[in-house]
Protein backbone atom coordinates (compact mmCIF):
# COMPACT_ATOMS: atom_id res chain seq x y z
CA UNK A 1 0.00 0.00 0.00
CA UNK A 2 1.05 3.23 -0.97
CA UNK A 3 1.32 6.07 1.35
CA UNK A 4 -1.70 8.53 0.93
CA UNK A 5 -1.40 12.01 1.65
CA UNK A 6 -4.50 14.16 2.70
CA UNK A 7 -6.63 15.08 -0.01
CA UNK A 8 -10.26 15.85 -0.82
CA UNK A 9 -12.64 14.21 -3.45
CA UNK A 10 -14.70 16.04 -5.40
CA UNK A 11 -16.98 14.00 -7.03
CA UNK A 12 -18.39 16.59 -9.92
CA UNK A 13 -15.17 16.55 -11.39
CA UNK A 14 -14.50 12.75 -11.76
CA UNK A 15 -16.20 11.83 -15.20
CA UNK A 16 -18.59 9.05 -15.54
CA UNK A 17 -17.70 5.30 -17.01
CA UNK A 18 -20.78 3.32 -17.78
CA UNK A 19 -20.95 -0.42 -17.29
CA UNK A 20 -23.68 -2.42 -18.83
CA UNK A 21 -25.76 -4.92 -16.42
CA UNK A 22 -28.02 -7.72 -17.74
CA UNK A 23 -30.32 -5.34 -16.78
CA UNK A 24 -30.12 -1.53 -16.62
CA UNK A 25 -27.00 0.74 -16.37
CA UNK A 26 -24.30 1.31 -13.62
CA UNK A 27 -22.05 4.84 -14.09
CA UNK A 28 -18.92 4.82 -11.83
CA UNK A 29 -16.69 7.64 -10.81
CA UNK A 30 -13.51 5.98 -9.83
CA UNK A 31 -9.99 7.40 -8.08
CA UNK A 32 -7.46 5.17 -8.07
CA UNK A 33 -4.38 5.10 -5.34
CA UNK A 34 -2.25 2.74 -5.71
CA UNK A 35 -3.70 -0.37 -4.23
CA UNK A 36 -7.03 1.54 -3.38
CA UNK A 37 -9.85 2.36 -5.29
CA UNK A 38 -12.78 4.43 -4.44
CA UNK A 39 -15.83 4.73 -6.70
CA UNK A 40 -19.02 6.67 -6.18
CA UNK A 41 -21.24 4.11 -8.40
CA UNK A 42 -25.01 4.84 -9.23
CA UNK A 43 -27.23 1.84 -10.61
CA UNK A 44 -30.07 2.63 -12.67
CA UNK A 45 -33.83 1.50 -12.34
CA UNK A 46 -34.22 -2.42 -13.14
CA UNK A 47 -30.30 -2.90 -12.67
CA UNK A 48 -29.10 -6.37 -12.09
CA UNK A 49 -25.10 -6.93 -12.37
CA UNK A 50 -24.15 -8.75 -15.35
CA UNK A 51 -21.45 -11.30 -13.38
CA UNK A 52 -21.00 -12.60 -9.97
CA UNK A 53 -18.56 -11.10 -8.36
CA UNK A 54 -15.72 -12.30 -6.16
CA UNK A 55 -13.85 -9.10 -5.52
CA UNK A 56 -13.76 -7.86 -1.72
CA UNK A 57 -15.76 -4.81 -1.06
CA UNK A 58 -16.83 -1.77 1.43
CA UNK A 59 -19.64 -0.77 0.12
CA UNK A 60 -21.90 1.95 1.78
CA UNK A 61 -25.35 2.97 0.21
CA UNK A 62 -25.62 6.71 0.02
CA UNK A 63 -29.01 7.07 -1.30
CA UNK A 64 -31.90 4.56 -2.32
CA UNK A 65 -31.71 0.64 -1.96
CA UNK A 66 -30.89 -2.56 -3.13
CA UNK A 67 -30.29 -5.88 -3.12
CA UNK A 68 -27.07 -7.36 -2.88
CA UNK A 69 -27.67 -11.21 -3.60
CA UNK A 70 -24.83 -13.97 -2.57
CA UNK A 71 -24.39 -17.02 -5.19
CA UNK A 72 -25.76 -19.47 -2.83
CA UNK A 73 -28.87 -17.84 -2.82
CA UNK A 74 -29.22 -15.71 0.31
CA UNK A 75 -30.17 -11.86 -0.44
CA UNK A 76 -29.75 -8.93 1.90
CA UNK A 77 -31.77 -5.70 1.18
CA UNK A 78 -29.45 -2.28 2.37
CA UNK A 79 -30.92 0.86 2.16
CA UNK A 80 -29.16 4.41 2.60
CA UNK A 81 -27.04 4.40 5.25
CA UNK A 82 -26.29 0.50 5.61
CA UNK A 83 -23.10 -0.74 5.10
CA UNK A 84 -21.67 -4.15 4.27
CA UNK A 85 -17.90 -5.80 3.90
CA UNK A 86 -16.80 -8.66 1.91
CA UNK A 87 -13.20 -10.01 1.60
CA UNK A 88 -11.49 -11.07 -1.86
CA UNK A 89 -13.18 -14.63 -3.07
CA UNK A 90 -15.59 -15.64 0.12
CA UNK A 91 -18.77 -14.85 -1.19
CA UNK A 92 -20.27 -14.22 -4.87
CA UNK A 93 -21.87 -11.35 -5.02
CA UNK A 94 -24.09 -9.32 -7.14
CA UNK A 95 -25.78 -6.12 -7.02
CA UNK A 96 -30.13 -5.68 -7.90
CA UNK A 97 -31.97 -2.65 -7.55
CA UNK A 98 -36.09 -1.62 -9.07
CA UNK A 99 -35.55 2.03 -8.15
CA UNK A 100 -31.65 2.69 -8.62
CA UNK A 101 -29.35 2.96 -5.78
CA UNK A 102 -25.98 5.23 -5.24
CA UNK A 103 -23.22 3.24 -3.51
CA UNK A 104 -20.06 4.77 -2.11
CA UNK A 105 -17.41 1.61 -3.07
CA UNK A 106 -14.18 0.91 -1.11
CA UNK A 107 -12.41 -2.13 -2.75
CA UNK A 108 -7.94 -2.60 -2.71
CA UNK A 109 -4.90 -4.70 -1.65
CA UNK A 110 -6.43 -4.57 2.29
CA UNK A 111 -9.28 -6.90 1.34
CA UNK A 112 -7.06 -9.83 0.15
Not at 13 to 31: C, F, N, R, V
Not at 44 to 50: F, R
Not at 75 to 82: D, H, P
Request: proline share 2%; aromatic share 10%; charged share 20%.
Amino acid sequence: MTAIPFQTIDWNLIPKTEHSGDSGTAYWQTLQLGGLRIRKVTYSENYIADHWCQKGHVVHCLEGEFISELENGEKFTLSKGMTYVVSDDVSSHRSITTKGVELLIIDGDFLK
